[in-house]
């Protein structure tokens, strides 16, 4: 069974400080991933995705991809209160190119 | 305005109803799913669809069921409610480009 794996936390980080959120995924033919960022009673919204091995960048958000290691993570420079939600982890399975695989989020709690 | 709505936002029904959830997306995306999501479980598949009156089963599809005669509709039904399908329920599509889905509000349902 294809399984995406996320530490539910909570994960606490100081305002200002460098939120990292990693994620495991066991389908080694997974070619897209993806971030999305669920505040509470909210849908799910898109914050970041990344195909390729290595860093991707936008504004305060970077994600990195590891293929050969399996995991996906996601850092968030100068969290700001604002940044705390639960983050999904989503991968898309080589084997089910049609639907995502979704981890179980962690909860990111940023304090002022 | 553009984008995925969900109908009703919130709903209680009586356990042994029928009850609908609509999907509407303005986007012509090809992909359209049905997600529930609880505490505990994180997001799962109900039901997706291809395209007009193509659907398949997700990974919890019993008792529901879903129909899509337009593009842009995407209904999902429960036939006779239970108090186990007291959810929160997400909709989301996505084209036929890339693998990222976006959702809809969600509808917040109790079967009471």
């Known amino acids: 069974q294809k399984e995406v794996e996320q530490n539910s936390g909570p994960l606490s980080v100081p305002e200002g400080a460098i939120a990292s959120l990693n994620c495991t995924y066991s389908d080694r033919g997974s070619q897209s991933f993806f971030w999305y960022r669920q505040y509470s009673g909210k849908s799910p919204e898109l914050i970041m995705f990344?195909?390729s091995n290595g860093d991707k960048e936008d504004g305060r958000f970077t994600a990195q991809l590891n293929k050969a290691s399996q995991y996906v993570s996601l850092l968030i420079r100068d969290s700001q209160p604002s940044d705390s939600a639960t983050y999904l982890c989503a991968v898309n399975g080589w084997s089910s190119n049609y639907q995502l695989i979704w981890g179980a989020g962690t909860k990111l709690i940023i304090k002022p | 305005d553009a984008g995925i709505t969900q109908s009703p936002r919130y709903k209680i029904t009586e356990t042994g109803r029928q009850v609908t959830l609509m999907c509407h997306q303005t986007w012509s995306h090809s992909y359209m799913f049905w997600y529930r999501q609880d505490l505990g479980h994180g997001l799962r598949l109900i039901y997706y669809?291809?395209?007009?009156?193509?659907?398949d089963k997700g990974e919890v599809p019993d008792g529901y069921v879903v129909s899509r005669s337009k593009t842009e509709n995407f209904p999902l039904t429960l036939e006779s409610a239970t108090r186990s399908q007291t959810s929160v329920y997400f909709c989301?599509?996505?084209?036929?480009?890339?693998?990222?889905?976006?959702f809809g509000p969600g509808t917040r349902l109790t079967v009471t």
């Open positions: 669809s291809a395209a007009a009156d193509i659907t």
């Open positions: 990344i195909y």
């Open positions: 989301a599509s996505r084209d036929n480009r890339s693998y990222e889905q976006y």
